[in-house]
C-alpha cells in the first residue's frame, strides 16, 4: 500500500537555516496494515505523512501510495486516501452534517449515500446531537471529532492519521477506535497513524515506527521493539544512600544487565531476564553489606523503548520546529486557504493562528485549506 525510497524533504526556514526535516526514509506499509508512527516533536512524523498524502512534494526520493506515485499521480493518490491532521480542518460557518455530507459528495457519494453516511460517523463520534450545530459554535475537542468524521466518510482504502485523538476523552477515543476497527474488518483499510499515547500505539498498531532526526531508526511489532530495545526494569533502593554508588558497580558488573543508572538512594537497569537478575543482584548487595529495603521488576513499556532509542520520553512536548517552519515558511504547493488567500485566520477558540498549523482533513480540508482540483 505504501513504498518508499530514499524519501526527504529539505526546506528552508524563515532564517534562511536549510532544515532536512525528513532523510532519507525507506517504509513498507502492507495492505490492511495499521502502523503506528512515534517520534519526539520535530523529528519529521507530520512532514512523512503530509508527503505521503502529496499535501507536500518531496524534495528527494521517491513514494508510491496505492500503487500510484505521490508526485506524478497526486489525483488518483487522493481518490483513495483520507488524511486528518493535527488541529482543527472543518470550516467555521456551516454546520456540522453539512461538512460531512460535503466532503462525501466530494468523494463521490450520492446525496443519500452521503447522509447516511455522515448520520452513521456523527453517531459513533459522538455528535449526533450536534450535528445542526454551526462548527464556530462547537468546542474544540468537538471540532477534533467533526476533523474525523470528515476524513472517515468515504471509506478510503489508507487511512493517515496525525495525532488523532489528541483532546479527545477516553470514551470518545475508544469510540473512534472502534469504528477504525470496524472499518477495517469491512473494506479492509490501511491505517498509519502518529500519537503520544503510548497505549495507543501498543494497543491499536501491528506495528510501530520510530522516527528521529528524520529517519526511522526502529521498525517493528510492539513486542519485537521492547524485546530489542529495553528489556525488563530492575529497581533496586539501599538504606544508605552513601552506599547506593557501589550498589551500582555491583548491578553493572552483572550478565544480561545494562544502563545501569543511580538517582539518589534508588539504582535502575534493564536487564534481560528481570525475574533472574533481581534476587541475584539482591544477593550480591548482601554480600557486600549492602542494606537493600526495596525492589521490584516490571516488564518494558513503549515509553521505555522510546528512552532507550532517543534519550528522550514521548511524553515530552513542546513545539515541532520541523513541522512549523515547513509549514509557516509559505503555504503549502497547490493549497489554499478555504477562506481565501490570507494565510492566517482567527482561531476561534483562542489567539490568531496560521490556518497552515491547523492541519485538518486531507480528505477536503487541510489546516483549513481544500486540496487541489477538488470544489470548495
Known amino acids: 500500500m505504501i513504498s518508499t525510497s530514499h524519501l526527504s524533504r529539505t526546506f528552508r526556514a524563515p532564517g534562511g537555516e536549510e532544515v ?3 532523510r532519507g526514509i525507506d517504509l513498507s506499509v502492507a495492505r490492511e496494515e495499521t502502523v503506528a508512527v512515534l517520534g519526539p516533536n520535530g523529528a519529521g512524523k507530520s512532514t512523512l505523512m503530509r508527503m505521503l498524502s502529496t499535501l507536500l512534494p518531496p524534495t528527494g526520493g521517491t513514494a508510491r501510495v496505492a500503487g500510484f506515485d505521490v508526485r506524478t499521480q497526486a489525483p488518483q493518490v487522493r481518490e483513495r486516501i483520507g488524511y486528518v491532521g493535527q488541529g482543527h480542518g472543518a470550516g467555521h460557518a456551516q454546520r456540522a452534517v453539512d461538512e460531512v455530507v460535503t466532503q462525501g459528495r466530494i468523494h463521490g457519494l450520492d446525496r ?6 455522515a448520520a452513521e460517523l456523527l453517531a459513533a463520534l ?3 446531537r450536534l450535528a445542526r450545530r454551526r462548527t464556530q459554535a462547537m468546542s474544540g475537542g468537538q471540532r477534533r471529532r467533526l476533523d474525523l468524521a470528515i476524513g472517515l466518510v468515504h471509506l478510503p482504502e489508507l487511512l493517515f492519521l496525525d495525532e488523532p485523538t489528541t483532546g479527545l476523552d477516553p470514551q470518545n477515543r475508544d469510540n473512534l ?5 470496524g472499518m477495517r474488518r469491512r473494506g479492509g483499510t490501511t491505517v498509519v497513524f502518529s500519537t503520544h499515547y503510548l497505549e495507543e500505539a501498543d494497543r491499536r498498531a501491528d506495528r510501530i515506527v520510530v522516527v528521529d ?17 529495553a528489556g525488563d526494569r530492575l529497581t533496586l533502593e539501599t538504606a544508605d544512600p552513601a552506599s547506593a554508588e557501589r550498589l551500582r558497580g555491583l548491578v553493572a558488573a552483572m550478565d544480561g544487565v545494562g544502563t545501569v543508572t543511580r538517582r539518589g538512594a534508588v539504582v535502575t537497569g534493564r536487564a534481560a531476564d528481570g525475574r533472574a537478575a533481581l534476587p541475584s543482584a539482591i544477593v550480591a548487595a548482601r554480600d ?9 521488576t516490571r516488564l518494558p513499556t513503549l515509553d521505555d523503548v522510546f528512552l532507550e532509542l532517543t534519550g528522550r520520553s514521548l511524553r515530552d512536548v513542546g513545539e515541532d520546529p520541523a513541522t512549523g517552519a515547513e509549514e509557516r515558511g509559505g503555504p503549502v504547493t497547490g493549497v489554499k486557504d478555504r477562506e481565501g488567500p490570507t494565510t492566517c485566520a482567527e482561531d476561534r477558540e483562542g489567539p490568531t493562528t496560521c490556518a497552515e498549523d491547523r492541519g485538518g482533513p486531507a480528505t477536503g480540508v ?6 487541489p482540483g477538488q470544489a470548495a
Open 126 to 128: 459522538g455528535l449526533e
Open 177 to 181: 477506535w472502534e469504528h477504525i476497527i
Open 213 to 229: 532526526h528524520g529517519r526511522v531508526i526502529a521498525d517493528g511489532t510492539p513486542a519485537q521493539l521492547k524485546q530489542r530495545h
Open 20 to 22: 532536512r526535516a525528513v
Open 112 to 117: 443519500a449515500a452521503a447522509r447516511a453516511r
Open 288 to 296: 557486600q553489606g549492602i542494606t537493600v529495603v526495596a525492589a521490584d
Open 366 to 371: 487541510e489546516g483549513g485549506d481544500r486540496v
